[in-house]
């Protein structure tokens, strides 16, 4: 009979070993995410110092308003977080607003920060990714304004309890950060419908000259003792016939036709 300390270390056993099998499948769902996302949002290289670009990546559009970002000489970076549809600033909002308070009511505010919201449809690069158990961390850099450069981190956070997949992930994110087109691969399409348009136009003209080059078809001409089968196939059906005994009249909008016998007998 197995003895209830025997079971529990059992238990704990069977509990570290699911445990260490689950973490390779985390770890490789992790690893694809982070790919994917690195591939779709191209990391952007800067200097140690953060004054300048090394390696430019994807150029990203804001798609939401109130990104709070700090100049880069901050020793550390804002945290910005998107969650249920919502980006905040938090407690770095609240620090943002106390130095303005602080100053307003003649108070010594808190250590200053130069520090920028970003809103929907200014731009910025990316310089780092990291996926976590919880959510996803971006970490951003922007041009220079007014000679300062701005830095912020952003966490795409993960709903409670849950593990979304890499294709929600990349949705997640796409809510806020858009790339922007490469505008090499813009200009060559454009170009490439300009010279479309311009091969259709210079067609066009081609085909009416070549219309206009083809030789004009002669009249057609009415012969004595042809039929009335001959007849109607050059020049089609009449308006009307009139009948006569042996005799029948074809008449058309500018002739008449008679027929003896069945051929052409006079043409009027």
Request: glycine share 8%; proline share 5%.
């Amino acid at each position: 009979m197995v003895s209830r300390r025997a079971l529990e270390s059992i238990t704990v056993v069977a509990i570290l070993f699911s445990c260490l099998g689950a973490r390779p499948c985390r770890a490789d769902q992790a690893v694809g995410l982070q790919k994917q996302l690195e591939a779709k949002y191209a990391i952007t290289k800067t200097t140690a110092d953060k004054t300048d670009i090394v390696t430019a990546g994807s150029v990203l559009i804001l798609e939401k308003d109130r990104l709070l970002m700090y100049a880069t000489t901050t020793g550390a970076p804002p945290q910005n977080t998107y969650n249920n549809g919502k980006l905040s600033a938090g407690a770095f909002a609240a620090h943002e607003k106390a130095q303005s308070f602080g100053t307003f009511i003649g108070h010594p505010p808190p250590k200053s920060v130069t520090t920028r919201y970003y809103v929907t449809g200014e731009k910025f690069w990316v310089t780092r990714i990291d996926t976590l158990a919880d959510g996803v961390v971006f970490t951003l850099f922007t041009d220079a304004v007014s000679d300062i450069r701005y830095y912020c981190t952003l966490k795409f956070v993960y709903p409670h309890g849950a593990t979304p997949s890499a294709d929600q992930v990349l949705s997640m994110v796409g809510e806020v950060l858009k790339v922007q087109q490469d505008d090499s691969a813009a200009a060559d399409n454009k170009g490439d419908q300009q010279q479309a348009a311009a091969g259709q136009d210079q067609g066009q003209p081609q085909q009416a000259a070549q219309q206009d080059a083809q030789p004009a078809q002669p009249p057609p001409t009415i012969q004595m003792g042809q039929t009335e089968d001959e007849v109607v196939g050059m020049i089609g059906q009449p308006e009307k016939k009139i009948v006569l005994g042996s005799k029948e009249i074809f008449v058309y909008k500018d002739i008449k036709v008679t027929f003896i016998g069945g051929k052409v007998a006079d043409v009027q």
